[in-house]
């Protein structure tokens, strides 16, 4: 059976009960996630061929040092880099290192900062340069499932109507759905209750309710959706070696949706595609 409690009166440890935050914890969660958005849009102009993955995790680094802000993903479980870079067929948890990015790349950029004890998430696709037009379309399909699993989140539904959207949308048009990874909820811990699958049907999980923050990040892949995890225990890629893609935001249910906290001050949510 699943519990809701108030976040003011929950342990700080993931319980797995659901917590329910106010209009304190919303204000808390705008400011997390306005400056996780707003170092996502200084780095659009930073992805480059040539440009190193350490180079954007140590941006990643000190943008967050400039602005009070510490990496959640720093020592988090042994994790010794600020910023997730995730390349081509890597599916997510990428190791920034000193490889170029080339022509032609696409690349996930995944930030959490935490500010003030909250913790702003979210994640967007770049294009390294002129890309293919399979990788283009993947990359539109991904952001395209993102806003219409958003789009399902509303009061008294349940978390499965999320992951009805996305499946639905993902694999009319032809690409598969990561099942081995899913989003979280969100807050004053970095990863908490509820699961937010990205695949099943609209009567399955938890029922919505204002208050629940979380994040969507669905992962799509051009071919199978089946992955591996590499020797270093974080890299995550697709085992046919196809090109993958995700994009994430942080939302907080309301009376009548939904509010995205991480959505890009400077409109650059879908970086390199038109709009």
Not at 33 to 47: F, K, S
Not at 108 to 113: A, E
Not at 238 to 250: G, K, M, N, P, V
């Amino acid at each position: 059976m699943v519990t809701y409690l108030e976040a003011d009166s929950a342990p700080m440890r993931n319980t797995g009960q659901i917590r329910l935050y106010g209009e304190e914890g919303f204000e808390g969660m705008r400011k997390a996630c306005n400056l996780t958005a707003r170092c996502l849009d200084e780095l659009a102009d930073r992805v480059a061929p040539g440009v190193t993955t350490n180079e954007i995790d140590r941006f990643v680094f000190e943008f967050g040092m400039d602005h009070g802000a510490i990496p959640a993903t720093l020592n988090y479980r042994g994790y010794t880099k600020s910023t997730c870079t995730s390349i081509n067929h890597v599916v997510c948890h990428g190791i920034p290192d000193n490889k170029p990015l080339r022509e032609g790349d696409i690349v996930n950029i995944d930030v959490t900062y935490i500010l003030d004890g909250w913790h702003g998430d979210s994640s967007r696709m770049y294009p390294v340069g002129t890309i293919k037009r399979a990788a283009e379309r993947l990359l539109e399909v991904t952001h395209e499932c993102l806003m219409r699993g958003i789009a399902a989140v509303k009061p008294g539904a349940r978390t499965g109507a999320i992951g009805a959207a996305i499946q639905s949308y993902a694999e009319g048009e032809r690409c598969s759905v990561v099942r081995d990874f899913c989003g979280h909820g969100l807050g004053q811990l970095f990863h908490d209750a509820p699961n937010i699958l990205h695949y099943g049907t609209p009567s399955e999980g938890v029922e919505m309710r204002p208050g629940m923050i979380f994040t969507i990040e669905p992962m799509i892949n051009l071919g199978r959706p089946h992955v591996k995890v590499l020797s270093d225990g974080w890299t995550a890629v697709t085992r046919d070696r196809s090109l993958s893609a995700q994009y994430e935001h942080s939302i907080g249910v309301t009376e009548t949706g939904c509010e995205i906290f991480t959505l890009s001050p400077a409109g650059l949510d879908r970086p390199g595609l038109s709009a």
